[in-house]
């Protein structure tokens, strides 16, 4: 059973198979919403073997009040399937689930029981056993008068139709049981409130994950409880999930208007998301659980955000980038509409490799998290500026499923039909230009890839494709200079600083052809290539020193 339990690592199963150990109701300094509640520990005497064998080993709990309840109870519907012993047994797996059973027993009062999770014995004894019965369905020894049954031979027809009983479980039934499963079996029958406690636990412990299944079991039996929806936003700012925590927090609020714990988590998300406005409207309705200097913080990003705004409005692509810089070091470090103007600002300033870097530093949210938060014709903006980066440093294909989406949701964007216009004729451009090369004509490719550029000036891929048809040419200069184009948009292109180092070589430029070659050797040590390619280089530089020394 530990390596059920590990394999699922669900909080829910933690409580039933006593895996915590010493829990305290006293919670200190918990910054979750916690309901002081005392474990009620309960222990019954051990079963015997025979009832144990009768499948009764987990009756060990106490599922009433009283003793008398449960031995009125009639037996579940895997109890009685039990009584029948199974055909088919295999001596090793008996030691197996009798070990997997120990957690199930009470031993002596060893194993502390919470009053009220034992009541899903039945409901999780037929889980597991159907999980265990599959992992041992690969491999049957077979008692009885059936004989001697061989795995079959290929081609072999068995005159009983049986068919290869020795055969391995095919992979579909030896699929695990879906974790959600042990935890609805569980989490349905338990007190919410207790599963609350739990979830802070595991959450002052550092185990956000498991924190996060214990209030989502509490909010499945009561969706209408306030706290558990505030804890669970807690959970997700953890976990760096902090548009889905806007969302519970939202709804906690909405259960219960007052509840200031909820209004301050809701400030200092709006804060971390760039949302002075409604930072400080939250903060305000705090009250004693606001926290201190959250009104400073919101009111220092509203004076960036707002001159942002205005150095846009100015074309002041400078001023922009130290405002949103200023923005995001003053609380604001996962608003991704304000990483979006810097992005912005960064490309007008033709920086499209810092602008790739900053992009990709900007939080990670799901896409339908941000239509909800931000609203569509917002989110298409940012989608399109994500989109004219992508492009820029080659990554097309990214580029066009960035501007579809945006076209999905603000369809009447000019600028957006107009950026999918750009990127489907950049596209064919390179499309047409690969077909020419493949085919050696390089002067139609050059000419192909040329089109290309007409269309978006600043496409590193296309100026380093135009290199490689000017090489083939023998125009080492012109291919060079297409290279560091594309190396000044883009400095971590590989293909281009090899492409313009081959070139610099075949031109005996030694010292130029060196210095690419050290700088990818660099990035890539292991790379044979490029290590001989300058030794090769550093080889030659000195012949030539000698020569003309």
């Known amino acids: 059973m530990s390596d059920l339990t590990n394999k699922y690592g669900c909080g829910v199963l933690n409580v039933v198979f006593g895996r915590r150990s010493r829990r305290s109701a006293s919670t200190g300094s918990l910054p979750v919403d916690i309901d002081v509640a005392d474990f009620v520990k309960t222990t019954s005497s051990q ?41 088919y047994v295999q001596p090793q797996q008996q030691e197996v689930r009798q070990s997997d059973q120990k957690p199930f027993q009470n031993n002596g009062g060893k194993n502390k029981v919470l009053k009220g999770s034992a009541g899903i014995s039945g409901e999780l004894e037929a889980i597991i056993n159907d999980n265990q019965r599959l992992n041992y369905a690969g491999n049957m020894k077979v008692y009885g008068n059936l004989g001697n049954l061989h795995p079959k031979k290929d081609n072999e027809v068995l005159p009983n139709g049986m068919g290869n009983i020795c055969s391995k479980a095919s992979k579909a039934s ?61 959970a997700l700012t953890s976990l760096g999930r902090l548009l889905e925590a806007v969302f519970e927090a939202r709804e906690a609020i909405r259960i219960e208007p007052f509840y200031q714990r909820a209004h301050n988590r809701l400030a200092t998300l709006y804060l971390r998301l760039g949302d002075a406005d409604k930072t400080m409207r939250h903060y305000k309705q705090a009250g004693s659980e606001a926290e201190p200097n959250l009104m400073t913080k919101a009111q220092n990003v509203q004076v960036h955000l707002s001159r942002c705004n205005e150095a846009k409005k100015q074309r002041d692509w400078n001023t922009l980038l130290k405002e949103t810089g200023l923005a995001i070091s003053a609380g604001a470090d996962s608003a991704l509409q304000i990483y979006t103007l810097k992005v912005e600002g960064l490309l007008k300033l033709r920086r499209h490799h810092e602008a790739d870097q900053v992009l990709s530093n900007a939080p990670k949210f799901e896409i339908d998290d941000c239509t909800k938060f931000y609203g569509a014709i917002i989110h298409a903006n940012m989608l399109l500026i994500q989109a004219q980066v992508d492009l820029a440093v080659g990554r097309m294909d990214d580029a066009m499923e960035a501007v579809q989406m945006a076209a999905r949701m603000d369809s009447n964007n000019k600028d957006v ?107 890539a040590p292991e790379d044979e290539q490029v290590s001989n390619a300058l030794t090769h280089a550093k080889e030659q530089l000195l012949m030539v020193i000698k020569v003309n020394a």
């Open 417 to 523: 039909n107009m950026m999918m216009r750009k990127i489907r004729a950049v596209m064919g451009a390179r499309s047409k230009g690969n077909e020419l090369f493949k085919a050696a004509k390089y002067s139609e490719a050059c000419i192909a890839y040329g089109e290309g550029l007409d269309h978006d000036p600043y496409n590193s891929l296309l100026f380093c494709n135009r290199a490689a048809c000017r090489s083939k040419l023998g125009q080492f200069e012109k291919a060079i200079e297409d290279c560091t184009v594309a190396l000044n948009i883009r400095p971590s292109y590989s293909k281009a600083r090899l492409r313009r180092a081959d070139c610099n070589a075949k031109l005996g430029k030694w010292q130029a052809c060196i210095d690419d070659y050290e700088v990818l050797r660099r990035e």
């Open 174 to 234: 030896r699929k695990p049981v879906n974790p959600t499963s042990y935890c609805r079996a569980l989490s349905t029958r338990m007190d919410p409130e207790r599963l609350k406690i739990l979830g802070n636990e595991d959450y002052k412990n550092g185990r956000f994950a498991e924190a996060l299944a214990l209030y989502d079991a509490a909010i499945s039996i009561d969706p209408e409880k306030a706290s558990y929806r505030s804890n669970k936003s807690a």
């Open 47 to 87: 079963k015997s073997d025979s009832s144990r064998r009768k499948g009764s080993y987990g009756a060990s709990f106490d599922y009433s009040s009283s003793t008398e309840q449960s031995q009125k109870r009639a037996p579940s519907q895997n109890q009685k399937k039990k009584d029948t012993p199974p055909l």
